[in-house]
């Protein structure tokens, strides 16, 4: 009786370990609470923690990037990001996630390169808007603007946000005139928005009917 307790005695141990042993799900959950809060380093422990028990997993993958990137280790979040790409290449998240892990890392060709094809290839205004926010981050006004234009010009003047992204890269240039005018673009389909009535005050200007322009891709449209 005394030699079968001992024999039980591992296997009960190893049972008892196996149960505290913390499950992917909640590494990954204590990462995303550790990383809202910005708390970069227990998020990089327990998305690594993670990866280590399900290398394919895309949240752990994601997780551990953008808290690598909060650490400013963005070569070593890069390489992270690029696995998720692999595994969801048409996540917007895990793009943006890679381009800037890109970015951070100094290797702006590839970083252009990578949101370039991707906005010829899918053709969403949202897809050069990014292409274009990157590029002027990187310095490149000229890519920045003609990526820009290129969302604006797609979407054909319907929604607010190419002629914000717009407004934004004029505004970074400091090119008020024209940035005023996105502005007047996006009030004239947003008469009502606070946010870019302030905006336009900011820069000097007044807003109301007055301020109100019609899109230049809008117009085209009309012609």
């Known amino acids: 009786m005394h030699r079968r307790l001992l024999t039980l005695a591992p296997l009960a141990l190893g049972l008892l370990l196996a149960g505290c042993e913390r499950s992917v799900l909640m590494a990954e959950s204590d990462g995303a609470v550790a990383l809202k809060a910005k708390d970069y380093a227990k998020a990089r422990d327990d998305y690594a923690y993670a990866v280590d028990k399900n290398p394919g ?17 963005p070569q070593a979040a890069r390489t992270h990001l690029e696995t998720a ?5 048409n996540n917007d998240e895990v793009v943006e996630a890679l381009a800037e892990s890109m970015l951070r890392s100094g290797e702006v060709d590839q970083m252009l390169r990578l949101l370039r094809l991707r906005a010829e290839e899918k053709g969403r205004p949202s897809d050069y808007i990014r292409l274009g926010r990157f590029a002027a981050r990187a310095k ?33 240039v400091g090119d008020r005139p024209q940035a005023l005018r996105r502005l007047g673009m996006a009030l004239f389909l947003r008469p009502r928005d606070a946010v870019i009535q302030q905006r336009i005050r900011a820069l000097g200007g007044v807003p109301g009917p007055t301020a109100e322009v019609m899109p230049l891709e809008a117009s085209a449209v009309e012609r």
């Open 85 to 89: 790409y692999t595994l969801a290449p």
């Open 140 to 172: 490149d006004a000229d890519t920045a603007q003609a990526a820009l234009l290129s969302a604006a010009k797609i979407d054909k003047g319907a929604t607010v946000e190419p002629q914000l992204a717009l407004a934004d890269f004029y505004e970074s």
């Open 57 to 73: 997993g895309l949240g752990a993958r994601m997780g551990l990037g953008q808290a690598l990137i909060g650490l400013d280790q």
